[in-house]
């Protein structure tokens, strides 16, 4: 049984940071893709960032160049630094695991992000 626990998240000034963290348990987490999306209040959930097994990473347009994803597999776990934060960042932010070989996803719980003066 796969489980994503989420951390990091807070209330934070916009232009700070913070970091997420996405612990995973089981040998098939550093094998697979795993990813950060986000739902803003009222809206749809939406794809952030992810990173695959080797390391190369994606980016939503809106978060390029203030938000950096990374992993260390020794210690399953995926991170996603949030610089230059804006209000519009404000979000649940949820990890996940992709597992293509069976055809499943994996979510965490999610953690707030809440970016206000």
């Known amino acids: 049984q796969v489980q994503l626990v989420e951390s990091g998240g807070g209330l934070v000034q916009p232009g700070g940071s913070l970091r997420l963290s996405c612990a995973g348990s089981?040998?098939?987490?550093?094998?697979?893709?795993v990813a950060w999306y986000r739902q803003p209040p009222g809206k749809e959930r939406e794809l952030v960032a992810s990173?695959?097994?080797?390391?190369?990473?994606r980016y939503a347009d809106s978060v390029n160049g203030r938000f950096t994803i990374s992993r260390d597999n020794a210690k399953n776990t995926v991170y996603l630094q949030m610089n230059s934060l804006k209000p519009e960042d404000t979000a649940v932010y949820y990890c996940?695991?992709?597992?293509?070989?069976?055809?499943?996803?994996?979510w965490g719980q999610g953690t707030q992000v809440t970016v206000s003066a």
């Open positions: 996940n695991l992709f597992v293509p070989l069976i055809g499943l996803n994996y």
């Open positions: 089981g040998s098939i987490f550093s094998i697979n893709t």
């Open positions: 990173i695959i097994s080797t390391g190369r990473t």
